[in-house]
């Protein structure tokens, strides 16, 4: 099952806004990694993050590793009506090699 | 990033029959193929790993005789759901992986059993 906790679960949010989703878990993990999937597709690669601490960004997109490697922030600037989509964080355990553990998604709307 | 390809997108099938999902990395070898089921409005869930070469490795719940996986080069895997039923109906995913730090996934495929 997932170990991960994604919050929050939908944003209904107006054109313009900016967006903040994250992920905590209780394990420690040594990758995050950030998709979107839109409808009837696979999810698409946003940002990976390697580094306790690391903050990368991807345009508006911007995503951070937390100190502690059990959480991860992921930041949309200025949306968008295309920014539209489910957002999924993922990561790898230090304990579960090529394995990765899902959020469990946030469901982003933007208005225009 | 990595290219990966999956065949059909979508495919409508008749309960009792077989249907087979084609993944390909075609950028890269993939020494592992995960394969992933969702259902609507929730995540991605592991169904099976495989290695090229070697057996696949299914989740706990996960019939093996129902979902047949094939690894038998490292650009091509394929996933058959045998003797399907409507309950298989479901978004069917896959990820090859070459051992890197990132993971990719294909378009997945909508199975629809009538």
């Known amino acids: 099952g997932q170990q991960l906790n994604q919050s929050p679960q939908s944003m209904f949010i107006q054109e313009g806004e900016d967006v903040s989703m994250n992920c905590t878990s209780s394990?420690?993990?040594?990758?995050w990694l950030w998709y979107k999937q839109d409808p009837g597709e696979g999810p698409v690669l946003l940002i990976a993050?390697?580094?306790?601490?690391e903050l990368t960004s991807n345009g508006r997109l911007t995503a951070q590793f937390g100190i502690t490697r059990k959480d991860s922030f992921l930041n949309i600037s200025a949306s968008i009506p295309s920014d539209v989509g489910i957002y999924f964080c993922?990561?790898?355990?230090?304990?579960?090699?090529?394995?990765?553990?899902f959020g469990e998604g946030t469901q982003l709307t933007v208005n225009p | 990033g990595a290219v990966v390809s999956q065949h059909p997108s979508r495919v409508i099938c008749k309960s009792g029959t077989s249907v087979k999902i084609e993944c390909r990395s075609l950028?890269?070898?993939?020494?592992?193929m995960f394969w992933y089921r969702q259902f609507p409005k929730q995540s991605l869930m592991l169904m099976a790993t495989?290695?090229?070469?070697?057996?696949?490795?299914?989740e706990q719940g996960v019939e093996k005789d129902k979902f047949l996986i094939n690894h038998a080069s490292l650009t091509l895997s394929t996933l058959t759901v045998t003797s399907a039923h409507p309950e298989d109906s479901s978004f069917y995913i896959c990820?090859?992986?070459?051992?890197?730090?990132?993971?990719?996934f294909g378009q997945g495929t909508r199975l629809t059993v009538v």
């Open positions: 993922a990561g790898r355990r230090e304990t579960s090699g090529s394995r990765l553990t």
């Open positions: 990820s090859p992986y070459n051992g890197g730090t990132e993971a990719f």
């Open positions: 950028d890269f070898q993939a020494t592992t």
């Open positions: 495989s290695n090229e070469g070697s057996k696949a490795t299914y």
């Open positions: 993050l390697y580094k306790a601490g």
């Open positions: 394990s420690i993990f040594n990758t």
